[in-house]
């Protein structure tokens, strides 16, 4: 092993190559990338993660986290987000394990715990935390269980709850928690959130929202801020420019086009937003991003 690899990083680079990689651990993923210039649209699911290597910025809306291998992220629904991967040194590429939540393991945990009752969580449903030896001991015994594959089916579960039970009794418990709990506010606002992923493309209709989640109008639009950092239109509108944004860059459409197919009445307001959102008009945006890929693989 490296000098400067500690055990996880080490495993996590044995097993994983350059993008996004799904390990055999269900429900458990490798990035490996590289520090960016700019900044790049992300969508986080139900997850928790913890960087190996490098650090991370990902702002909602205007506000503003940043992590990096002393502390973990637990994102309690999916999250459209700008993200900027950065590291003094750029001959170390960037390095982060993630693991989906699974509710109904969640629940089976907490359901073996002292009972603790808890008030509406009442903020963001995105949180940065201080990493735990535990919880660092825990994650590489799960991590290493990629060497021994044979192994996985039998250990790894047990491992994922030992995590999770390590997170639970955590400074977030209370919001893993509400991800555990059917039919609670965070519960509705994820079936919001689902609504509006299905539906990106279509015109906004809030009462289908309220239906979908079984909030009220008011409620769901209290809640859904609280959580997301967005209004449900807000959030649509992420969505379409995320979209479009990977329409641009996996064909030959053009940006009148991208903004039909993403549910735009206007190529013109598309244009302005898409500026907006990322810094450049969409054919520049997508010459930018073309050139900094070819650039990273030439050097």
Not at 77 to 87: A, E, F, V
């Amino acid at each position: 092993m490296s000098e400067h690899l500690t055990p996880h990083l080490d495993i996590a680079l044995r097993h994983a190559s350059s993008g996004f990689n799904v390990t055999p651990i269900p429900r458990l993923e490798i990035s490996v990338g590289q520090a960016t210039t700019g900044k790049a649209p992300c969508l986080y699911r139900s997850m928790i993660c913890f960087i190996l290597q490098g650090s991370k910025h990902v702002a909602v809306n205007d506000q503003r986290l940043s992590y990096d291998p002393a502390q973990y992220l637990i994102s309690a629904l999916d999250l459209p987000l700008i993200g900027q991967i950065s590291d003094e040194d750029k001959t170390r590429p960037y390095v982060a394990v993630s693991l989906d939540l699974d509710p109904a393991i969640l629940a089976d945990i907490a359901s073996s715990m002292p009972h603790v009752r808890d008030t509406d969580p009442g903020g963001l449903g995105i949180t940065i935390n201080p990493m735990t030896a535990p919880l660092r001991d825990t994650l590489l015994r799960l991590l290493s269980l990629l060497n021994t594959p044979a192994d996985i089916p039998v250990l790894a579960p047990m491992a994922e709850r030992e995590l999770l039970y390590r997170l639970l009794q955590g400074p977030q418990g209370r919001l893993l928690r509400q991800i555990a709990q059917p039919d609670g506010a965070l519960d509705r606002i994820r079936r919001a959130v689902a609504w509006i992923r299905d539906n990106y493309n279509a015109r906004l209709r809030i009462e289908a929202l309220c239906s979908a989640s079984g909030m009220s109008r008011a409620s769901l639009h209290r809640h859904f801020l609280a959580m997301t950092g967005l209004s449900p239109i807000q959030y649509q509108k992420q969505l379409r420019l995320q979209e479009a944004r990977q329409l641009l860059l996996g064909g030959d459409r053009n940006a009148s086009d991208v903004a039909f197919a993403v549910g735009y009445e206007s190529s013109s307001q598309f244009s302005r937003e898409y500026l907006r959102q990322f810094g450049a008009p969409p054919a520049r945006s997508v010459r930018q991003i073309r050139q900094a890929i070819s650039s990273s693989v030439l050097n």
